[in-house]
Nanobody, 127 residues
């Protein structure tokens, strides 16, 4: 069983930055695909970014709407994955969720592929 705890959300002005963190329990963190999703009230949860470590190396994947603005990274020694969010826009306002998959995924945006979810952290971008 893996537990995920997000932190780092908050209120920021448009154009600003935030860094989200997701601390994971478990001894095999480095083998998990880690991802970030987001969800607005009344909307479906959508893929933001993912990171997988495999024989291919460290692979990252992004939704088109965050490319060039968001960066996903991980620190396996700390069992933590991060989402650095720059140039934030009001439309980035959402609850952001951390997710983990025990299967090595290569850019999957399908919610059903992820086994574990955090409780979410609110990000609000004011105009």
């Amino acid at each position: 069983q893996v537990q995920l705890v997000e932190s780092g959300g908050g209120l920021v002005q448009a154009g600003g930055s935030l860094r989200l963190s997701c601390a994971a329990s478990g001894r095999t963190f480095s083998t998990y695909t880690m991802a970030w999703f987001r969800q607005a009230p009344g909307k479906e949860r959508e893929f933001v970014a993912a990171n997988t470590i495999s024989w291919r190396g460290d692979s990252t994947y992004y939704a088109d709407f965050v490319k060039g603005r968001f960066t996903i990274s991980r620190d396996n020694a700390k069992n933590t994955v991060y989402l650095q969010m720059n140039s934030l826009k009001p439309e980035d306002t959402d609850v952001y969720y951390c997710a983990a998959s025990s299967t090595r995924l290569y850019g999957s945006s399908q919610l059903k592929e992820y086994d574990y979810w955090g409780q979410g952290t609110q990000v609000t971008v004011s105009s």
